[in-house]
Structure formats: C-alpha cells, structure tokens
C-alpha cells in the first residue's frame, strides 16, 4: 500500500492547483517544494490571467493576494531615444472576473495557493528536494528526497521548466537554447499614491507595458513593467540562443532599459529591493514533451505550458488549468483503480479539448515568427520613430504631406519585407 | 536519565530585517519567525541523548505567539513540545524568559537535563543558562562543544580561552552548547511529516506554577537602531592625476586621521 494517492513535485501554481483539487475530491496528496515556502524560488514577470483559477476558486482575487487588477495595457516599440505606444485603458471592459488579470508577486501569491492545498488536507514540506523517482520493476513508485522514500500510485511532476525528473524519465529531453528564454526582473518599491499618478490608475488599479525593441538590445525578447500595490517589476525577457551570443550581459541590458529616457521617470525615486531571473519557456509545441507515462503526469512550466506572444504572455493560466485536468485525471484514474499511461492520457486529451492546447495550437506558428522576424526588434521600431518624429517635428522647413514623409522611411525597411512580416504576423500572432 | 528538556526561542528570521535608511529604525515585515539557529544545536544534542539514555525529550519555548514553533522544532527529533504564550512575553528580557522556562521545567517533573544554546540571535544576551541553572539549582555547564553518556553522568568538553576542560557532571544538569557542539540537522521529509503526529501542548503561567509577575522584565528596550557606517568617501585618484599624487595624498590623509 502506498503513502499516498499522489505526490506533486513542486508547489508552485500547477503543483498547487492539481494537489488543492486532488485533496477536494478526497485522495490523499503530499506536495514536495524545495524552496523554504512555496513560491519563493518562482518568478513571474508580474501577470495573472484570473479565468483558470476563477472556475476552480471563484472570487479568489478577494482573498489571495493579488496586486492590481490591470485595466490599462501598453505596447511599446522602443528605440535608443524614443518610444512609440499603443495604450488601452478600459476599467469596465475588463471588470468580469472571467476575463480579468492581476499583477502577482509569486512569493505571496504561491504561498496562498500552497496554502489553499493544505487546508483541503494535503501534507506539504518544504524544503524537500524530489532527488529521483522510485521505481520498482519499471513502474514508477514514488520519488526519493534525501534518504526517505515516499511511495504514491501517481507522481505529478510540477518541478518547474527545467524538470530534471521529466528528463530523467524520459518524458522531455534537454531544453534548447531556442525553446527558453531568460527573464531578469527587478522589484522597484514606490508609495501608492506615486505610482497611481504616474500610470493615470486608481487605487487597485495596475498597468501592463511590454517593450520591443531597444529594450531587449535588438535580441529576440523585450521589457516588461507591471505595477504592484506599492512596487513596479521591470524586467527583460531574451531567448536564451541570443543572449548565449550577445556581448553584453543581461544585467547590464536590464540597467539600460531601466536609464532609458522613457522608463526612468516611470521608477524615479524608487528602492530596488528584489533582483530575481529564472527562465522561460516559450518553445510553444515545438517544445511539448510526452505529458504522461505510466503512473506519471507532467504539469505547468514542466510541460512547456506557456505563450508569449509579444503583446500577451501567458503561463500562470495555463498552468492552473493543467494542475486541475491533472487533478481530474488522477481522480479518474483512481476510481478504476489503474494509474498506467492509458488511463493517464486522458489528461492530453483534456488539455486538447481545453485552451491550454488549443490556444497553443492557435498560435504555434507564434514561436518561429518571433525567433524568425528580426525586424520586429530593430528595424520596425526605428522605422514607428522616423515616421512618428517626420509626423510631430516641425522646425520651419518646407512641410510634405504624409504619404511623401512615410514612403523613404518605409522604403529603408522594404515594402515587401513589411507587408510579408505583416501577413505572417497577424497569421501567426 | 528519564527525561530531557531542550529550550528553543521562536525568533524573527534576521536575513530579512531591513533597515530604514533615514530613521535607522528595523523594519520586520518581511521577516518571518524561525527557531532560533543556535538552539538547532541544542536540540541535535538532545537527540543524541535521547539516542544514547532512551529518555524522554521535551522540547519548551515561551513567547507571544509560539505555537506554529512546535511542528518545526518536532520535525527535529523531542517527542512532544511544551509552548506557553503570553502577550506579555513580547517585552520579555532574559530574566522574563529565564523564570517562565524555569516555572515550565519544573512544572515537568524530574527534569534530569535542561538542554539551552549560549545565546538567541535577536537579543544575544547569553543568560538564560546559567539563569535557569541559578532558579532551578540545577549546576551550569557552559561553552559546552562535546557531550557524552557514561552511565547516568555526563562527561563533556568545555572550549575555554586556555584551552579545553573535561567535566564529568551528574544530573540534574543545565548544558548550555555551543554552535560547534554537533551538526544540527535538516529535517528529513519523513520527520517533518512524522511533526505532525506528536503532541504540542499549550502551557499557561499557572500551569508552569507562575504568578503575571513572572513575565514582567527588569530591563526595558528603549529603542533598537541599525548602526551607523560612515564613509569619508574622499577621491584621491581623481580625472588626470597620477598614481604617485594619489599615493603621496593618501599617505598624508592617514597620518592627519592618526593612523600612521
């Protein structure tokens, strides 16, 4: 007889999620976290998309700790001494729950979820570090955490993107270098009051902003900056097979995008008081490794659950949604009493049929056209500052009408070359 | 040897203090309660008595809100705990503490060791050994780096300036262990779930046999600041000077402050 019904490596937002609903329907769950609390060796940029997390706990903004609602969403393209933005505010449009996204901090927020799953009657410890998987005669048994061997019918791996207990079981092979990207973000601490009167929000409203361009050097990636309660995270995020060749390193790119004369104003007078980096995984389904095996499922970053599509990223959803149908197959699987891989690859066909996947499958061509369109990060946004500086200067020189100002900027770039990346773009974004 | 009692503070995690840098005042927000790292020392010892005598370990600490102390200080091996809150406490000084500790031994019955580490890493005052040792009239053993069973004695190594003296002492005895006694474990995944089937039990000051006097401390804390570092921060190598100037105006600057 096993310890348990299921033992979840990792109790960030998937581990979490898959152990509160496994603990719900009853089964008896033990979470292993190697962080001294859960979340603390997390990362996120700053957002949470609510929807995933409002079906299995509804209303749990008004209890967890989330930061801000987001009502306002910033695109920028930004060059060395410029920025050309796209600004949406709407209080109202985002207001359902169903639809509405947060800025976290990841050491609060997966505390409270940790913390939802041991009030449904999960054991968690932390620190233990999952060192490898039990097995006996080829079926996986357990997992082994120092010297203890704790046995379960079903081991969920929510270890995170690197998954070294995936890899060991062969169920996802080492990442490459064009699959992830390295995020580096700072917590700068500013008052409330300063930060609402700098992003034009009220109280317990919070703006997004991502960046292309100057931000991420030119590389494929780009800034992000999300307001807190009482805190901004900026930071970079870059594809690790660039950054691997950049002469400069992200630290320092990270400094300059906070220098650039656009952003410094926006974190004046602020306190840095957390530096954290960790990697992303944004190799879409290109990426997607085997998400079970017998008495094994794979979950969240573990699985490569995450899209980054320029204008939105995404994972935290995505990852509470396969904690859950995790959760729902391990449930399943154990009323018939049978934990092999056939009875476990119903979870694929959840996720199939949920918009995990099928929103990955929407937008797989998303991956290749960012690694693939250089000019999304250098040429198109000198090309949104030459246009928007031949718009708005004007010094007394005989003016041209707009069409005659635009065309030799464009031309630089090519026509074909923007219509072609447009195409693609909207094709694939 | 039947029964052992280690005693460990519940202490705010000092990695995480911050320092206001115009006030100089601390600021815990961020800092959540841990046991107190030298007491993990302590209670490593106790468990090798325990190992060594099959006597029962107790684990005791005293505070305003110690009872989330008790699945942690479990997880590292006394079979129960023993914790007593009281609002109060939150001012407590070492003679505060000293007495509710003494007033909890005593009220366990036939203590034969009273396991403490030299000090906690919030106050550092180094006295409640040899206080409880004065109030229950238990000897002291202090700097203690080794410990021993022979037969119902304990011998042990104190680490002293001169250099190491081996005492032979026989209960009831407080040891009071420093940081290089033993290795004090992590807790295993197994001990830290088995913490959660032993008993933690609440204590009261009438339980341990004390009156609300007990709690009131002889020194009161008027107020804690961060030191002070100051920095001269005078450039000697400045835009276009050489080496040799700079060196020439550094020698002159140490012997101005004296230091030459």
């Not at chain 1, 980054?308 to 990223?313: A, D, R």
């Not at chain 2, 995690?13 to 841990?34: M, Y």
């Not at chain 2, 009831?172 to 197994?190: G, H, M, Q, Y």
């Not at chain 2, 046999?209 to 002889?218: E, I, N, Q, R, Y």
Request: net charge negative; proline share 4%.
């Amino acid at each position: 007889m096993a310890d348990y019904d299921a033992i979840v490596v990792g109790a960030g937002l998937s581990g979490s999620t898959a152990a509160y609903c496994m603990a719900k329907a009853g089964l008896s769950v033990l979470v292993l976290e190697r962080g001294d609390a859960a979340g603390v060796k997390n990362v996120t940029g700053g957002r949470l998309y609510g929807h995933s997390l409002e079906k299995i706990i509804p209303g749990f903004a008004s209890e967890a700790p989330v930061e801000r609602k987001i009502v306002r969403e910033r695109v920028t393209m930004m060059t060395e001494d410029s920025c050309f933005t796209a600004d949406f505010h709407s209080a109202s449009r985002f207001a359902d729950p169903a639809c509405a996204s947060y800025s976290v901090l990841r050491a609060e927020f997966d505390a409270w979820l940790a913390g939802k799953a041991e009030e449904a009657g999960c054991d968690i410890v932390c620190p233990a570090h999952a060192d490898e998987l039990l097995e006996e005669n080829g079926k996986i048994t357990g997992v082994k955490a120092g010297d203890d061997e704790l046995t379960a019918e079903v081991v969920l791996l929510a270890d995170g993107v690197n998954s070294l207990l995936g890899q060991k079981a062969g169920l996802k092979k080492e990442l490459s270098p064009h699959h992830v990207a390295v995020g580096a973000k700072e917590v700068i601490e500013l008052p409330k009051g300063v930060i609402n009167d700098r992003f034009g929000l009220n109280d317990g409203e919070g703006a997004a902003n991502l960046f292309a361009g100057f931000a991420s050097g030119g590389m494929v990636g780009g800034g992000f900056l999300y307001t807190n309660k009482e805190s901004l995270c900026l930071g970079l995020v870059i594809t690790v097979a660039d950054m691997a060749k950049s002469s400069i390193r992200l630290p320092d790119l990270l400094e300059k995008f906070r220098d650039h004369p656009a952003v410094k104003p926006l974190v004046a007078g602020g306190k840095l008081v957390e530096y954290s980096a960790h990697l992303v995984p944004e190799g879409g389904l290109a990426m997607l490794p085997a998400l079970s095996a017998d008495n094994l499922l794979l979950l969240g970053d573990a699985a490569g659950f995450c899209m980054n599509l320029g204008y939105t990223v995404r994972g935290m959803d995505l990852a509470i949604a396969s904690g859950q149908l995790a959760a729902e197959t391990v449930v399943e699987a154990k009323g018939k009493g049978d934990f092999s891989n056939a009875a476990l690859s119903g979870y694929k066909s959840k996720l199939e049929q949920s918009f995990v996947l099928k929103d990955m499958q929407t937008h797989k061509h998303a991956p290749d056209f960012i690694e693939h369109t250089p000019r999304m990060f250098k040429e198109y946004p000198a090309l949104a500052a030459d246009v928007f500086t031949q718009l708005f200067r004007v010094d007394g020189t005989p003016s041209k009408l707009m069409l005659k100002k635009a065309l030799p900027l464009i031309s630089k770039v090519g026509f074909l070359n923007l219509i072609k990346d447009g195409l693609k773009g909207t094709r694939a974004l | 040897m039947k029964k052992i009692a280690v005693c460990y503070k519940w202490v705010l995690n000092d990695g995480d203090i911050r320092v206001n840098d115009k006030t100089r005042d601390l600021d815990f927000e961020k800092s959540k309660p841990q046991i107190n790292e030298y007491d993990r020392n302590g209670l490593a010892v106790g468990v090798q008595l325990k190992e060594a005598s099959g006597a029962e370990l107790i684990g005791i600490t005293c505070g305003v809100d110690t009872e989330p102390s008790a699945k942690d200080a479990l997880s590292r091996g006394p079979d129960m705990v023993y914790y007593l809150n009281d609002p109060a406490l939150a001012q407590a000084d070492s003679a505060a503490s000293s007495k509710v500790l003494a007033g909890m031994v005593r009220s366990l019955g036939d203590v034969d060791v009273v396991l403490c580490s030299e000090c906690s890493s919030d106050d550092f005052a180094q006295q409640v050994g040899p206080r409880l040792g004065a109030l229950l009239g238990y000897p002291v053993i202090s700097y203690v780096s080794a410990v021993k069973l022979e037969g119902d004695a304990l011998v042990m190594d104190r680490k002293l300036e001169e250099g190491t003296e081996s005492v032979k002492v026989k209960a009831p005895v407080v040891v009071v262990v420093s940081p290089d006694v033993c290795e004090a474990p992590i807790p295993s995944v197994k001990q830290i779930l088995g913490a959660k089937k032993k008993p933690a039990n609440a204590m009261d000051l009438a339980g341990a046999g004390l009156g609300p006097d007990a709690v009131k401390p002889m020194v009161t804390v008027q107020s804690v600041k961060a030191p002070l570092t100051s920095r001269k921060a005078v450039n000697l190598l400045g835009d276009g000077e050489s080496v040799a100037d700079a060196v020439a105006k550094l020698v002159k600057q140490l012997s101005t402050d004296g230091l030459l």
